[in-house]
Nanobody, 120 residues
Framework: QVQLVESGGGLVQAGGSLRLSCAVSGRAISRYGMGWFRQAPGKEREFVASISWNDLITRYADSVKGRFFISRDIAKNTVYLQMTTLKLEDTAHYYC?????????????WGQGTQVTVSS
């Protein structure tokens, strides 16, 4: 059973930074594609960032490109989302997702998410 647990969310002022973590248990993520998504109140869930199983490919939503950075620590079985220069519109519930096949477009496993609130 693969479980994903996100952490690191919170309240931050606009322009600030946060680092989200996604700790994965049950399987090693060395062959997994991993992604981050977010959902704001009243809006559909949207893609934020992804990283391929071999770390060679990263993708970002246009809205976060150059501000957010995805990475992983294989030894800790954890994926990170470093968020910088946060904007009010980054306020959302952030979810981590895992794809055992290594792909970065569809995901089989999801965490419960962590809330990020950006204030002015």
């Amino acid at each position: 059973q693969v479980q994903l647990v996100e952490s690191g969310g919170g309240l931050v002022q606009a322009g600030g930074s946060l680092r989200l973590s996604c700790a994965v248990s049950g399987r090693a993520i060395s062959r997994y594609g991993m992604g981050w998504f977010r959902q704001a109140p009243g809006k559909e869930r949207e893609f934020v960032a992804s990283i391929s199983w071999n770390d060679l490919i990263t993708r970002y939503a246009d809205s976060v490109k150059g501000r957010f950075f995805i990475s992983r620590d294989i030894a800790k079985n954890t994926v990170y989302l470093q968020m910088t220069t946060l904007k009010l519109e980054d306020t959302a519930h952030y979810y981590c997702a895992a794809q055992p096949s290594g792909g970065i477009y569809e995901y089989d496993y999801w965490g419960q998410g962590t809330q990020v609130t950006v204030s002015s």
